[in-house]
């Protein structure tokens, strides 16, 4: 039972342009959202977060932002830049309830950023 | 500042045998939670450490079993290693008990069963 699906295995943008990554959950009880990137042979670094009582945060080149109604949420980064190139989980939480800690990832999205 | 730690970073074992991989926690964290990562996934979270003790728990078998020592740094376990056991294996650590936040991962100890 996959709670959180990004459905695009990879996404290629031409640097300056905007990368849109999407991710889709189905669990109710999720109320944090997390957006990590991961280079080869590095563990994953946090990017970017949000939680369920807002639909939107900024973070420089970067936004989350959050559908509740239809459990999904979308990470933009505008220029996206070749340095940019990675992967992307998008990961959620139940900061209400009692996981403390435990995240559920999606499977990842391979963003290149072409020069 | 020292993030954290993993160790190995890479190992080679049969099916049957046992192995133990290591973490330090990054400085100030005293929380340490465990994911496996197959080729081509996310991470899944198999166990997570708090004050020496298990606190939570992923759907991963009794083959997985762990151990937090009072400095914070933790053992992963793995019994009985079978060929679906071979993945990343990430530790990640955090500041107390609290809620599903940012998590400081190691670049992994990558296990191949053979």
């Known amino acids: 039972d996959q709670q959180v699906k990004q459905n695009s295995p990879s996404l290629s943008v031409q640097e300056g342009r905007i990368s849109i990554l999407n991710c889709d959950y189905t669990?109710?009880?999720?109320?944090?959202f997390l957006w990590y990137k991961k280079y080869p042979a590095e563990g994953p670094t946090f990017l970017i977060s949000i939680s369920s009582i807002k639909d939107k945060n900024e973070d420089g080149r970067f936004t989350v932002f959050l559908n509740k109604s239809a459990k999904h949420l979308s990470l933009h980064i505008v220029p996206s830049q070749p340095g940019d190139s990675a992967v992307y989980f998008c990961a959620a939480g139940d900061a209400g309830g009692t996981s403390y800690g435990k995240l559920t990832f999606g499977q990842g999205t391979i963003l290149t950023v072409h020069p | 500042d020292a993030g954290v730690t993993q160790s190995p970073t890479h190992l080679i074992k049969t099916r049957g045998q046992q192995v133990t991989l290591r973490c330090s926690p990054k400085?100030?964290?005293?929380?340490v939670s465990w994911y496996q990562q197959a080729l081509g996934q996310g991470p899944q979270f198999i166990f997570q450490y708090y004050e020496e003790e298990e606190r939570q728990r992923g759907n991963f078998p009794d083959r997985f079993s762990g151990h937090q020592f009072p400095n914070y740094s933790s053992e992963l376990n793995v019994n009985a290693l079978l060929l679906g056991d071979s993945a990343l294996y990430l530790c990640a650590s955090s500041r107390g008990r609290s809620q599903a936040g940012e998590l400081f991962f190691g670049e992994g100890s990558r296990l191949t069963v053979l």
């Open positions: 400085s100030g964290h005293d929380t």
């Open positions: 669990n109710s009880m999720f109320d944090y």
